[in-house]
């Protein structure tokens, strides 16, 4: 095994700097460069003071560690020598460790020998992966909750279910007269209809997982005019989207991203919906639908200089079972809404009165959105599966699983059932990243290198 070195901090000014070496030539490279009153590497997991010096010339001043193996991120020897944060210096170091005999890290492969080397499944890799990525701090509480290991108790525990299913089966394959007693095929079928069950939660709550970590998605809908715009920018405290007086001033739908009390959310300012004969402004009305056909929660403004109209009434009636928000704006203005035209459509608390202009209501608003955000979180109960890649082999060992039962139910031999059984068994397998060689290398790829 070679031994691998990176610079694993982010490029950019930076105070320090953090170079990391994994392999069996690490504390050999990390004594030929370093002198100080006390060797790192006879002082093993102790953080040393001293100099990189490189033919007698002082490269930077430092501090080092040498972790021995096995208890360390890659089970193998690793040294870690912080340096001072300048691209200039670091690089200089660098270079020294790699005439020292270290190779240079490609991408994510401090993470694959982890892997390798059994320190993580693959469910944590990814978890680290999303980590570094996570825009938002809730993104990474999602991330975190993946590393400790949810997702991989819950896949786990249903392969093993299946495997008990599939220890009978053969059983019953290889021996079918003595073993009939034995074979419960009620009970069976009893266990594969919960893991049947579980795989189906955790699919239909694979895209909420998503929207915690990416941010739940917000659209802001309502005719012309009504100041979706004005709350976009009132919400995001920036003046991202045009606000006029024109009716039809937003023509697309716009995209920023808010944190709302560390909630991420991705606020969609849309073109008001209305019919219109402008074929830039159809498109955008038609964008607006599909925003709110795809947003997580709904945003609707009214004015209160208006009535309700027909076409709005019938949005209000199709919206019923959406998280939604329904909200009167300009109340500065003298009008004619009232929180009682809007109530036959939404609860008390769902509606809602504002004047952006006079930045009054913004802040009841806000707390609503977190509500309304807080009661889509409560739903997910049960383990997360954020990437698209687990979330396709969950989706593989649910169809397996309802084959098996559709072929139960019509009373096929067991060796019918048994095959897709194991197709279930074996896609679970690959969330965890067994035998895959193809997938891991997919997922180390996505990594910056020195992780
Ligand atoms: N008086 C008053 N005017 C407001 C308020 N909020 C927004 N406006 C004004 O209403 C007008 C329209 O605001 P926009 O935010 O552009 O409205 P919009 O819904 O994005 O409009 P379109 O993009 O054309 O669909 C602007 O002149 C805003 O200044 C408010 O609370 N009170
Ligand atoms: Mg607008």
Known sequence: MSTIAAISTAAGVAALGVIRLSGPLSGEILSALFQGPRSPVENPRMLCYGHIVE???VLDEVMAVFLPAPHTFTT???AEITTHGGRVVMESVYAAIIKEGARIAERGEFSRRAFLNGRLDLTQAEAIL??????TRRGASVALSHLEGDTTRE????????????AQFALAIDYPDESSDEVQSGD???TIKRVEKTLQELIRNAHKGHAIAEGLRVAILGRPN???????NALSRRS???VTNIPGTTRDTIEEMIQLSGFPLILIDTAGLRETDDPVEILGVRRSREALESADMLLVLFSKEWVLEEEEKELLESIRDRSRLLIINKTDLGGVLSREDLLPFASEEQVLELSITEKSGLEELEKAILREAGDLEEEVHTPLIASIRQKHEVEKAYHSVKEALNAMASSLPYDYVEVDVRGAYEALGRVLGEGT????DEVFGRFCVGK
């Open 155 to 166: 896949v786990r525990r249903l392969r093993e279910e299946l495997l008990t299913v599939l």
């Open 188 to 190: 069976l079928e009893e």
């Open 55 to 57: 033919k007698e010339q």
């Open 130 to 135: 999303e980590i570094i990525e996570a825009r």
């Open 76 to 78: 193998e020897d690793m």
């Open 240 to 242: 991202r989207s045009i």
């Open 226 to 232: 009504v100041g979706k715009s004005s709350l976009l």
């Open 437 to 440: 060689a193809d997938i891991i």
